[in-house]
């Protein structure tokens, strides 16, 4: 099993938390992976509402150089999976459109053929990997605790551009591999609504608001912890939440927001600091608390 890495630009700048945990829990599951080096920024589906046919290229050139590397790509990222699958949903339906853009790929000796798969590491855990291996590798019943899941915008739509047709296991994917833990996944409203950020620098307000509501109504529900496989979710739902606090009446909210492998890394008994615990913005330490005190996993 091996990929075309594509980490996506939040897991090296703002959420590097996410970078170290998802190469320990790689590591530990035995993924082969050879990053996409030259590979660059997906649009983040901003650019393509200005200039969709120069996001479609940058995102076409990465599925190229994949290709030319003759493996599938693995992402770590929901925002940059939603765009990828977008953009290659588009030039595949439109052979005139591909032909244009392999017109500009052509200046550095590239041209796409349209055979690219694309993968979240949610996707590759529940369809390549499979639950029952993926939990041969926990160590920890986390029995104990409860996780709301926050998928986010781009990994639930459009689901014809991400295959749920195809693959309906991935309209409940997060669930699923949360409760493989043992843990508790918190059916909640905000799952697979927008955290806020894409709004955050027109309506600030608004957006705070929206991390607020999510937030809120997990920790109302009893969530320990929220978990979510977009690292731009993070950034917001956990670095916005003292202001999105103050919208509560009681002032407070303090739910952590963990990185999908952060959560998979405390099932497999990994150091808090292995999976970057340390760097959030609310506290984990009553998580790694009761992962500290779970009982032993057994199989």
Same mark, same amino acid.
């Given at each position: 099993?091996?990929?075309?890495?594509?980490?996506?630009?939040?897991?090296?700048?703002?959420?590097?938390?996410?970078?170290?945990?998802?190469?320990?829990?790689?590591?530990?599951?035995?993924?082969?992976?050879?990053? %996409?080096?030259?590979?660059?920024?997906?649009?983040?589906?901003?650019?393509?509402?200005?200039? @969709?046919?120069?996001?479609?290229?940058?995102?076409?050139?990465?599925?190229?150089?994949?290709?030319?590397?003759?493996?599938?790509?693995?992402?770590?990222?929901?925002?940059?999976?939603?765009?990828?699958?977008?953009?290659?949903?588009?030039?595949?339906?439109?052979?005139?459109?591909?032909?244009?853009?392999?017109?500009?790929?052509?200046? $550095?000796?590239?041209?796409?053929?349209?055979?690219?798969?694309?993968?979240?590491?949610?996707?590759?855990?529940? $369809?390549?990997?499979?639950?029952?291996?993926?939990?041969?590798?926990?160590?920890?019943?986390?029995?104990?605790?409860?996780?709301?899941?926050?998928?986010?915008?781009?990994?639930?739509?459009?689901?014809?551009?991400?295959?749920?047709?195809?693959?309906?296991?991935? @309209?409940?994917?997060?669930?699923?591999?949360?409760?493989?833990?043992?843990?508790?996944?918190?059916?909640?409203?905000?799952?697979?609504?927008?955290?806020?950020?894409? %709004?955050?620098?027109?309506?600030?307000?608004?957006?705070?608001?929206?991390?607020?509501?999510?937030?809120?109504?997990?920790?109302?529900?009893?969530?320990?912890?929220?978990?979510?496989?977009?690292?731009?979710?993070?950034?917001?739902?956990?670095?916005? @939440?003292?202001?999105?606090?103050?919208?509560?009446?009681?002032?407070?909210?303090?739910?952590?927001?963990?990185?999908?492998?952060?959560?998979?890394?405390?099932?497999?008994?990994?150091?808090?600091?292995?999976?970057?615990? @340390?760097?959030? %913005?609310?506290?984990?330490?009553?998580?790694?608390?009761?992962?500290?005190?779970?009982?032993?996993?057994?199989?």
């Amino acid at each position: 099993m091996k990929y075309a890495f594509y980490p996506g630009c939040v897991a090296r700048g703002g959420t590097p938390e996410l970078m170290v945990s998802a190469n320990a829990v790689m590591d530990r599951l035995g993924i082969e992976r050879e990053e %996409i080096v030259s590979a660059a920024c997906t649009g983040a589906g901003v650019l393509q509402e200005r200039n @969709q046919k120069l996001g479609d290229a940058l995102n076409v050139r990465t599925f190229a150089l994949a290709e030319k590397m003759g493996l599938p790509i693995m992402t770590i990222c929901s925002t940059c999976q939603g765009v990828m699958s977008q953009a290659n949903r588009r030039v595949l339906r439109d052979p005139e459109y591909l032909a244009e853009i392999n017109e500009v790929l052509a200046e $550095e000796g590239l041209q796409y053929k349209g055979t690219t798969v694309i993968k979240h590491f949610l996707w590759v855990l529940v $369809e390549e990997i499979g639950i029952e291996e993926l939990q041969k590798t926990f160590t920890k019943e986390l029995s104990g605790l409860k996780f709301a899941p926050f998928y986010g915008c781009y990994i639930v739509r459009p689901s014809d551009a991400l295959g749920f047709e195809e693959h309906p296991e991935r @309209q409940t994917s997060l669930e699923t591999v949360i409760e493989s833990t043992g843990a508790v996944a918190v059916e909640n409203d905000g799952k697979t609504k927008c955290c806020g950020l894409p %709004i955050l620098l027109i309506n600030q307000s608004n957006a705070i608001q929206m991390v607020s509501n999510h937030t809120g109504e997990a920790k109302d529900l009893g969530a320990d912890a929220m978990v979510t496989p977009c690292p731009l979710c993070h950034l917001n739902l956990d670095g916005y @939440q003292p202001k999105a606090a103050k919208r509560r009446p009681s002032g407070k909210i303090d739910l952590p927001i963990l990185h999908l492998p952060q959560m998979l890394g405390l099932a497999m008994g990994m150091q808090p600091k292995e999976l970057g615990l @340390q760097r959030h %913005i609310i506290s984990t330490k009553e998580v790694i608390g009761k992962a500290a005190s779970a009982p032993v996993a057994v199989r």
